[in-house]
């Protein structure tokens, strides 16, 4: 694998590069999974030519907000967030929860890993933050194994809680651990799987659940380990919680984290609903990034965050599919369309919104800044032949050719992608992942749901 590939001829390649360029009938070479060369009638002695004069080519979708250990509890009739109070619903996901263990792990992340590849995604990360005593704390381990064998990039967030529920946890008992262990075992992780060099596909993020749920020395150590690993900080924020810690702490959210150290270039949040637009100028002048989840968004009732407001300040936006009981699908493709029409919703009122092409630049520009990767995102000379192919000779596609750019967001591509790569190797084509027996994992899968 990884050796050397040209994509002949492709009809659009939409780069999502710093000047926005669109290319048309242009050849890319790509060797050792690196861009080499973008131009016309490249002609080289390689390993493989594909023939894209049917394909638009997009970089490779970046998902920054996810829980794969969701993904087994999807469409149950029990679990019907929309018409659930946040209460009802987070004890009965987590009473499920209790029962999940390391394969249970292993097959739902092989679950959303493969609908988020056969949906053009190519780098993903998980916040993975339930721990039990059945469980274990391989978890991150398991789910490194799925990425690894399906071919895609893998940032690993090592999430936890450590509050008790009587002192205003909502998160049951028997998923808590304590800082200590919670810190010991990020290290072992970050040791055994971090690597932050060019083109790497595994990474670990220290993931505290969210600030109402952990003491403050949770968050307090995870900073001090960030900075003596060089690795990155994740959590939840802004989504609900900050009447409960104003009456905690007598702050909001955002504040409480500047104050621990937990904000910053190497930091970004989930959500973030709740933000005022005095926060967003704090989130812009200290890098912090912000992955926006539209689906859970629209199911929950919540606010729509303003986006052309958030851009224009300079906040670094990207995009997440959320976990599946709070979404019921780990598509990518789908959310970048949701996150546009809910844009337009309030264009009017706001004067206007951010176009459809912005959306897609979060999920792949925005998602790589986010993850600290310079590497990907968009498809030019010296990152990563990460992309995407969409076949335009599809009836549906008919008479919407005319803005490769803006067709993602606008049109929704619900269906599968052409192919799918991640350096330069084809992990999913016409309808199939090619590194995995796809049938025997799913009738795995399906056994092992049952038993939640
Ligand atoms: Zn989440």
Known sequence: MNGSVILKDIFALVTCDSNDNVYNSVDVFVENGEIKE????????????????????????VNTHHHFFQTFVRNRQDINYPMMTVIEWLDKIY????????????????????????HGCTTAFDHQYCYTKKSGTYLIDRQMEAAGQLGIRYHGGR????????????????????????IKDCERLIDKYNDNSKFSMQNVVIAPCQPINCYEDTFIESVNLAKAKNARLHTHLGEGENDQMFERWGKRTLEWCEERGF????????????????????????????SHCPNPAVLGGFPILDLKELKEQGVILSLGCDGSATNDGSNLLDSVRLAYLMQTFHSKQRGGCV?????????????????????????SVGKAADLFAIDINKLELSGSLHDPKNLIARLGLTGEVKFTMVGGNTIFKDGELLNVDEIKLAEKANLLYKKL
């Open 38 to 61: 973008i131009g016309k009638n490249i002609d080289k002695g390689v390993d493989e030519v594909i023939d894209c004069s049917n394909y638009i080519i997009y970089p490779g979708l």
């Open 95 to 118: 009473k499920i929860f209790q029962n999940i263990d390391e394969d249970m792990i292993y097959y739902s992340t092989m679950t959303a890993l493969s609908d988020l590849i056969k």
């Open 159 to 182: 999430g936890t809680n450590t509050l008790p529920r009587e002192k205003g946890s909502t998160i049951p008992d028997n998923m808590r651990e304590n800082t200590v262990d919670f």
């Open 263 to 290: 904000i910053g270039e190497n930091v970004w949040y989930a959500h973030c609903w709740e933000l005022e637009k005095d926060e967003y100028l704090k989130m812009a002048s200290t890098k912090t990034g912000l």
């Open 355 to 379: 176009d459809a092409y912005d959306i897609l630049k979060m999920a792949t520009v925005g998602g790589a800044k986010t993850l600290g990767r310079d590497d990907i995102g968009d498809l």
